[in-house]
């Protein structure tokens, strides 16, 4: 019998989907960011979709605050939309809770969750409330949908070998408590597609071991990391900025010759969060490997 | 300390809906079975939301057959949109399972899912895979987009004392077997709002206890059950008729004069499914009230 942690998260959801009827030929589908439903060709806005879960030990610890813990949930999701050039709109909210959870936890989580809500302009639509069994992690599952203008989707997918691979703030550490705390790059993404569209993009929430992989292989081309540059946090190591995971800064990748205009363009109109290129995509067969990252299903390291 | 279990699954939600952010005046907001969404006057169409969970031990027992919980996950949220009159669309689908879980139990009940949403006309759209510490609970969260037609929209709040109370099929003894095969009342609802607009209508996933008083409090209303032609499932005591829950029937509400002609031409349109008169709706004051019914966070029966 093989079990998920043999199968490992990426090869279980590449066994799972094709079980499924799907949309013949999505704008963007499972393995994106969010999925984006065309409404039909009239329409200058698509639709975007997104579903994302925090359990307990293992995106939160038991006595992490409860309101950082809901701003998370939210925040989390809302970096999805942000890494498509789009924005959330309508939040639905299920909780699978133990019975002997205590009101105010709920509360608080609740009141993160809209401070969160508040910042991004989403709205609450609807939600879902369950008991799970005494001694079951907390589960927290949001679903959301969001809208992007046409001509400002942005995909992982669309990169090409000769592209600059370009890096927000800094990586590493999350884990000491941004990861509860961070802002979802949804002002970033916004003058990005309207001053500088990046040709690919996603947001970092696996590690850049993990995702950088992932937007190379969804474009169909390889990469060469270069070291040097690479943003670590202070504190950090080179294997925690590349391995930590839940840094939820934006990976992007630029035409080589609009790179410098846009760190030009870039640390006029953000001075407090940096832009750093830290690569070059290249052909498939000359790329480079990299290790490390979170795997969902791996042993815990 | 209050607990969840203490305070109860309809008090939560009326502490917490409150902390969030919200449509100032929604068509159809959280508390109805989908959310509805007005993308604007010139629109025929609305748009529905909805989410839902199942939770190992709390919807289904460790040894069901994944392919019936993967029917049951996706078939609930159906149901919920077809209490609206519209339809489901488009599926984003979070698994949170204990790492030990094998790919085999995830691959039946993908297969599961895949069969209710290729009958109900869904598509997977996207979807999010975490793992659950070793013990804990299995958790299915399925989020859905559906549409309308804004003439079709059916809520639960919108019964007029005076009106009857009908319900397809028969309730109670959903445990023995229903809740994880019952088909979704689709094609039914499709057929009301084109011939005989239900002036409320709601699924029943609590049990008529639970449900009847939530649909009349929604509306504003009270109301007196005629428990003589309650349709009891073969086997079944009225009490698990009116509080075993997961009937996934429909509860639905008519004008008095329409009630003859709609039963007539029901029993034409549907020989194989009972439609029943159990009551009617008074004003709050002369109303009944109902105990039983499942409640999330009360101790188990």
Redesign the interface.
């Known amino acids: 019998?093989?079990?998920?942690?043999?199968?490992g998260?990426d090869a279980?959801?590449r066994?799972?989907?094709p079980?499924?009827?799907?949309?013949p030929d999505?704008l963007a589908?499972?393995g994106d960011d969010?999925?984006a439903?065309d409404p039909g060709p009239d329409s200058p806005i698509l639709?975007l979709?997104?579903?994302?879960?925090l359990?307990?030990?293992?995106?939160f610890l038991p006595d992490a605050p409860p309101a950082a813990v809901g701003w998370k949930a939210i925040a989390r999701v809302a970096s999805d939309f942000a890494a498509m050039g789009g924005r959330p709109e309508?939040?639905?909210?299920?909780l699978?809770?133990?019975?002997?959870?205590?009101?105010?936890w709920?509360?608080r989580l609740?009141?993160g969750?809209?401070d969160c809500?508040?910042q991004c302009g989403?709205?609450?639509?609807?939600?879902?409330?369950?008991?799970?069994?005494p001694?079951?992690?907390k589960?927290i599952?949001i679903?959301a949908?969001g809208s992007v203008r046409r001509n400002h989707l942005t995909l992982r997918s669309t990169a090409k070998p000769g592209d600059d691979i370009l890096v927000t703030g800094t990586l590493g550490g999350s884990r000491q408590g941004k990861h509860l705390t961070f802002t979802p790059r949804l002002k970033q993404t916004d003058w990005l597609v309207s001053n500088c569209k990046p040709s690919a993009m996603m947001d970092l929430s696996d590690g850049l071991a993990k995702d950088l992989p992932r937007l190379a292989a969804a474009s169909g081309c390889g990469f060469r990391l270069d070291r040097d540059p690479l943003p670590v946090t202070a504190g950090c190591t080179e294997a925690e900025a590349l391995g930590d995971g839940e840094d939820f800064e934006l990976l992007l990748c630029c035409r080589p010759d609009r790179t410098a205009p846009l760190l030009s363009a870039w640390s006029a109109a953000f001075p407090d969060l940096s832009l750093t290129c830290i690569g070059t995509m290249v052909e498939p067969a000359v790329g480079q490997s990299l290790a490390g990252g979170w795997d969902?299903?791996a042993?815990a390291p």
Chains 1, 2 share one sequence.
């Open positions: 019998m093989t079990t998920l942690v043999e199968l998260e279980l959801i066994r799972l989907v079980l499924l009827p799907r949309d999505p589908g499972p969010c999925a439903i639709l979709l997104k579903t994302d879960a359990v307990e030990h293992i995106h309508r939040f639905l909210i299920t699978a809770l133990p019975p002997n959870t205590s009101v105010n709920a509360e609740y009141q969750m809209g809500l508040r989403g709205l609450l639509a609807g939600g879902e409330t369950s008991a799970v069994p001694g079951s992690a589960v599952a679903a949908t969902h299903f042993p």
